[in-house]
């Protein structure tokens, strides 16, 4: 039987015992109709995962204890996406199936051709937004971990955060000559230690911007003949790359995340 699921600040440790959040709480007693003395999973969203018993307090307060740990799910493949800014709502969507497609870091930029720029209040509104949605995203598909989404860099600000990733991937419209498939196959070691994608706006990447992330170690490849929307297109890149790279399948024993 699945666990109903619960995200509560962390570290956690068995014995503890952690109040409920009143949305928390809403969900729990009211959505799905739990009772004291029943099991939920608890995860802190940094990979840990714990069962966690319902009681209520005296003062009729509804907390949970923490009985001991599970085992938690994460991925196994370390992927930053790095995605131009489209229009809303796609955003929210890419981040949501992003979340459950494995990508632990998610990186909205801009670029010269993209047409969403909110800058201050309401960039940061945003933002908040999209770790909620992360979050909940996480919760839903079961995952231990909850991505870390950044804030609204620039295109070489964004250049700069793929230097600890030795593969590094920029899905380009106008590559003709490497694929997805063939680059992650002649570098699926390297790939398993880390791969950055880049996805470029609904217009493209300039040819200088691709020549700046050439310049840093970056290859271009092409994801085929159809020209896909931008949101498709990042979806479709982190499917083939947890596919090629075996991030949809559970880690050897012994071998780390």
Not at 223 to 248: I, M
């Amino acid at each position: 039987m699945t666990l109903p699921r619960l995200r509560l600040a962390g570290p956690l440790a068995p014995g503890e015992s952690h109040r409920l959040p009143e949305e928390e709480r809403r969900y729990l007693l009211k959505v799905l109709r739990l009772r004291a003395g029943e099991t939920i999973c608890c995860f802190d969203g940094r990979g840990g995962e714990y069962e966690g018993l319902l009681f209520r307090d005296h003062d009729g307060t509804w907390s949970v204890r923490i009985i001991g740990p599970l085992e938690p799910l994460v991925p196994t493949v370390r992927i930053a996406l790095a995605q131009a800014l489209p229009k809303a709502p796609a955003m929210e969507a890419i981040i949501r199936k992003a979340t459950e497609l494995g990508a632990g870091l998610i990186l909205p930029f801009t670029a010269r051709r993209s047409v969403a720029r909110p800058e201050g209040e309401r960039a940061r509104a945003k933002r908040q937004r999209w770790l909620k949605i992360a979050a909940e995203a996480a919760r839903q598909c079961r995952r231990s971990d909850v991505p870390e989404v950044g804030p609204l860099r620039s295109w070489s600000e964004t250049l700069e955060l793929a230097a600890d990733f030795p593969l590094r991937i920029l899905f380009w419209e106008e590559e003709r000559e490497r694929d997805l498939k063939a680059v992650l196959r002649t570098a699926a070691e390297g790939g398993r230690g880390g791969c950055f994608l880049v996805v470029g706006p609904e217009g493209g990447l300039t040819r200088e911007e691709v020549e700046e992330a050439a310049a840093r170690g970056f290859r271009t490849v092409s994801l085929g003949r159809r020209l896909l929307k931008a949101d498709t297109a990042a979806l479709t890149a982190l499917a083939v790359v947890q596919y090629e790279l075996g991030g949809f399948f559970r880690a050897p024993a012994g071998e780390g995340t």
